[in-house]
């Protein structure tokens, strides 16, 4: 099993060192492709100055992030990619625990792991929360898309998830349409029909909080269109084992005006929050699923936080 990491890049060369670094510091030999698209900085000369370390692909024109993550996987030949973009960057023992991971399950074609959360110093501020019962925990591709639509099923932004390289290519690649927004959790949807899901409960990427980040360019109201989108998506692809447990799509997408709206009101946008929540206010299932989302939640920051107490604790 070899892994390719491929490093998506736009004119961010001082973030972009980090990520390579990073990704070159592995404890487990890896191919390194920098995607770039079309940067105008000094990306290309840094990293062809790297030599044979990093392969180096750039787009003929500035075609977005979705478009470069296809390019660059289509560049690489590992049997599995581990995604960076270059404002994250990873633990040096990253894949080899993937590795170590999918080794006990080789029916899976998709991995992922927990994440800190840093800001742009790279101090911590949080860290994602834990999926599952133990520190690797297995997931039937059956079972996947209805622990997706009820969000027991997180994989994470794009620093925290590996996939097979046959399967991505298989499912099509990323959606151009909507591009750093949802477009990596739509991917996941696509290659869970192919195989298994691992999780690793580790800290083993660290992504970067700020505003600088490509989602940011999105407004409340378009990212809740997207993630609308993706669910019902998702919702085709549940197992008819569990047809009759999954809430009806309305009822889903009230869910989603009510946690949108607020995200709006901890950015302080009272408008925002308004507009968005208006139509699902009085809906009663929604507010349930509210309830059972915050509550799962808040379970994963207790237990989280417990098994930081007892690990750090001396024993004797």
Same mark, same amino acid.
């Given at each position: 099993?070899?892994?390719?990491?491929?490093?998506?890049?736009?004119?961010?060369?001082?973030?972009?060192?980090?990520?390579?670094?990073?990704?070159?510091?592995?404890?487990?030999?890896?191919?390194?492709?920098?995607?770039?698209?079309?940067?105008?900085?000094?990306?290309?000369?840094?990293?062809?100055?790297?030599?044979?370390?990093?392969?180096?692909?750039?787009?003929?024109?500035?075609?977005?992030?979705?478009?470069?993550?296809?390019?660059?996987?289509?560049?690489?030949?590992?049997?599995?990619?581990?995604?960076?973009?270059?404002?994250?960057? *990873?633990?040096?023992?990253?894949?080899?625990?993937?590795?170590?991971?999918?080794? *006990?399950?080789?029916?899976?074609?998709?991995?992922?792991?927990?994440?800190?959360?840093?800001?742009?110093?790279?101090?911590?501020?949080?860290?994602?929360?834990?999926?599952?019962?133990?520190?690797?925990?297995?997931?039937?591709?059956?079972?996947?898309?209805?622990?997706?639509?009820?969000?027991?099923?997180?994989?994470?932004?794009?620093?925290?998830?590996?996939?097979?390289?046959?399967?991505?290519?298989?499912?099509?690649?990323?959606?151009?349409?909507?591009?750093?927004?949802?477009?990596?959790?739509?991917?996941?949807?696509?290659?869970?029909?192919?195989?298994?899901?691992?999780?690793?409960?580790?800290? *083993?990427?660290?992504?970067?909080?700020?505003?600088?980040?490509?989602?940011?360019?999105?407004?409340?109201?378009?990212?809740?269109?997207?993630?609308?989108?993706?669910?019902?998506?998702?919702?085709?692809?549940?197992?008819?084992?569990?047809?009759? *447990?999954?809430?009806?799509?309305?009822?889903?997408?009230?869910?989603?005006?009510?946690?949108?709206?607020?995200?709006?009101?901890?950015?302080?946008?009272?408008?925002?929050?308004?507009?968005?929540?208006?139509?699902?206010?009085?809906?009663?299932?929604?507010?349930?699923?509210?309830?059972?989302?915050?509550?799962?939640?808040?379970?994963?920051?207790?237990?989280?936080?417990?098994?930081?107490?007892?690990?750090?604790?001396?024993?004797?």
């Amino acid at each position: 099993m070899r892994f390719s990491i491929v490093i998506t890049t736009y004119n961010r060369l001082s973030l972009l060192r980090r990520a390579i670094g990073s990704a070159l510091a592995q404890t487990v030999a890896c191919d390194v492709i920098v995607a770039d698209d079309y940067s105008s900085d000094d990306t290309e000369a840094y990293v062809r100055s790297l030599g044979d370390r990093v392969i180096y692909y750039r787009n003929s024109a500035n075609l977005g992030h979705s478009a470069t993550i296809n390019a660059g996987i289509k560049v690489a030949t590992g049997d599995w990619i581990k995604l960076v973009d270059d404002d994250d960057y *990873l633990a040096p023992d990253c894949v080899e625990a993937m590795i170590d991971a999918i080794a *006990l399950r080789p029916q899976a074609v998709l991995c992922s792991c927990q994440a800190i959360q840093v800001d742009e110093r790279g101090h911590e501020l949080s860290r994602t929360r834990r999926a599952g019962p133990s520190d690797v925990f297995y997931i039937p591709q059956e079972d996947i898309h209805y622990g997706m639509l009820l969000e027991q099923v997180p994989f994470g932004t794009p620093i925290q998830v590996a996939f097979r390289r046959d399967a991505f290519l298989e499912s099509g690649g990323w959606d151009s349409r909507l591009d750093t927004n949802f477009d990596d959790v739509d991917s996941w949807i696509k290659i869970a029909q192919f195989g298994d899901a691992i999780f690793i409960n580790r800290s *083993l990427t660290y992504r970067t909080i700020w505003l600088g980040a490509r989602n940011r360019q999105f407004s409340l109201e378009q990212r809740l269109a997207n993630n609308i989108l993706v669910k019902e998506k998702i919702y085709k692809l549940v197992s008819d084992r569990y047809r009759l *447990l999954v809430p009806p799509l309305p009822d889903i997408k009230n869910y989603l005006r009510l946690h949108w709206s607020i995200v709006a009101l901890k950015q302080k946008s009272l408008v925002s929050a308004i507009r968005i929540a208006v139509p699902a206010l009085f809906s009663l299932p929604a507010w349930r699923l509210l309830l059972m989302a915050v509550r799962s939640r808040r379970r994963a920051e207790a237990v989280s936080l417990i098994r930081k107490i007892v690990l750090s604790e001396p024993h004797f």
